[in-house]
């Protein structure tokens, strides 16, 4: 099987650009992820999309991050504009139901 | 709300070495509890979860026991090997809060040969 698929793998932008990543959840899987993970920390949830509506985006911050799962698959989450803040591995997950499952992430450094 | 708290690291230890790492919850309900693992330049990896008071968890020799009276899920190797080597997190999921995971700092382990 298959397992999360997420794209690009490392990013490198300057601040004030914007900037956008994808995700591939594993297939059947109806509930999909996007977390922030700054280096030495945990990841925190940014958004989680239950087929291809938001179910939680309390802490996603909306001036600047959008996120959108068009069809219940396919996921991409933007950055516009971003701050050097923005720096950290931009995670993905899914799951049928309870156990999560999660992609290699996308390693972002704003310059 | 919910929260994870794990012992930091880095934790050092020889090969063979008993290796702990302490985690301990702050969780309204029943949350279901779980260790993941981040392996240099990888993604996170299910380690072992437990759903219930007093399960085990257990995967590759290692082990977490769900203790609900101390708020705890501690994990626990006999031997490590230089393999261990990685980041190990703590998380909670309830199902009040959507199953989204909440993770501790994570916990650096290195194993020296």
């Known amino acids: 099987e298959a397992g999360v698929a997420q794209s690009p793998r490392y990013k490198i932008i300057e601040k004030r650009q914007s900037v956008a990543f994808w995700c591939n959840p594993i297939s059947g899987h109806a509930t999909l992820y996007w977390y922030q993970q700054i280096l030495g920390q945990g990841p925190k949830l940014l958004i989680q999309?239950?087929?291809?509506?938001?179910?939680?985006d309390s802490q996603l911050p909306k001036d600047r991050f959008s996120a959108e799962r068009l069809k219940g698959v396919d996921s991409t989450l933007k950055i516009q504009p971003a701050k050097l803040e923005d720096s950290a591995v931009y995670l993905c997950?899914?799951?049928?139901?309870?156990?999560?499952?999660f992609g290699p992430g996308t390693r972002l450094l704003v310059l | 709300g919910n929260s994870v708290t794990q012992m930091e690291g880095p934790v050092t230890l020889s090969e063979e070495a008993f290796l702990t790492i302490n985690c301990t919850y702050t969780?309204?309900?029943?949350?279901?509890l779980f260790w993941y693992v981040q392996y240099p330049g990888e993604g996170l990896q299910l380690l072992l979860k437990?759903?219930?008071?007093?399960d085990k968890g257990s995967n590759k020799g290692f082990e977490a026991t769900y203790r609900k009276e101390t708020t705890s899920f501690h994990l626990e190797k006999g031997s490590v090997q230089v393999s261990d080597s990685a980041v190990y997190f703590c998380a909670l999921s309830a199902r009040a809060a959507g199953n989204k995971l909440t993770f501790g700092g994570g916990t650096r382990v290195l194993v020296k040969p």
């Open positions: 997950a899914s799951t049928p139901r309870e156990t999560q499952y």
């Open positions: 437990a759903t219930k008071a007093d």
């Open positions: 999309f239950q087929n291809n509506g938001v179910v939680d």
């Open positions: 969780a309204t309900g029943y949350p279901s």
